[in-house]
């Protein structure tokens, strides 16, 4: 066990914690849970940077850390549909929580099948995850119709773009796995 990896356990720690304290009938029980939220945004950005700095990656931490992150946002996106029941919330978080669960079934099955789609994390990746983050922590931390959540949200929606963006592209780097005779069969009409 090293610090990196321990970050990433407090991180799903944090989880629990943060839903009781969302759901705690006082007035900075959103504030709170935002914080947290945040705090733990950033030992997702903390833990990956030291274990590449301190030459600690691992293959539990390389299993943990998207399983700690899928998480940690799909909670917080749980709570903030029900809590909201707004459908302008509601669209894009479902799309973002679809997106992991699309992902994260396609990476199992490469994986089963012995061939995994490469797609690298790119400047778009980082722009979504910091867009999610940031809405993220926004909406939990102000209520509806408050100029910060309205920023928050449509920091959501550019997330929930750039997601199904990304998507498209582990999609497509997976596409000759998924259908293998139209793969061969495109290939055959080039050749021809």
């Not at 959103?30 to 301190?54: E, H, N």
């Not at 390389?62 to 992150?69: G, I, K, N, R």
């Not at 929930?160 to 963006?165: D, G, I, P």
């Amino acid at each position: 066990m090293n610090l990196p990896n321990i970050l990433t356990l407090s991180r799903i720690i944090m989880i629990p914690v943060f839903v009781v304290i969302f759901y705690l009938p006082v007035g900075w029980s959103y504030l709170v849970s935002a914080a947290i939220f945040g705090l733990a945004a950033a030992t997702d950005w903390l833990d990956g940077y030291l274990a590449r700095k301190l030459d600690q990656s691992t293959p539990f931490g390389a299993f943990l850390d998207p399983v700690a992150d899928k998480l940690m946002v799909a909670v917080a996106l749980a709570v903030l549909i029900e809590e909201h029941s707004a459908i302008l919330l509601t669209i894009p978080a479902t799309v973002i929580i679809g997106r992991e669960i699309v992902i994260s079934a396609l990476r199992e099955w490469m994986a089963e099948i012995g061939s995994r789609a490469s797609v690298a994390v790119s400047y778009i990746g980082k722009i979504k995850t910091t867009a999610q983050m940031c809405a993220i922590v926004g909406l939990l931390a102000f209520p509806p119709g408050v100029l910060w959540a309205n920023v928050a949200l449509v920091l959501l929606y550019i997330a929930a773009t750039l997601t199904l963006w990304s998507m498209g592209l582990y999609l497509k780097a997976a596409w000759s796995d998924l259908f293998p005779e139209k793969a061969s069969a495109e290939t055959d009409s080039h050749t021809s």
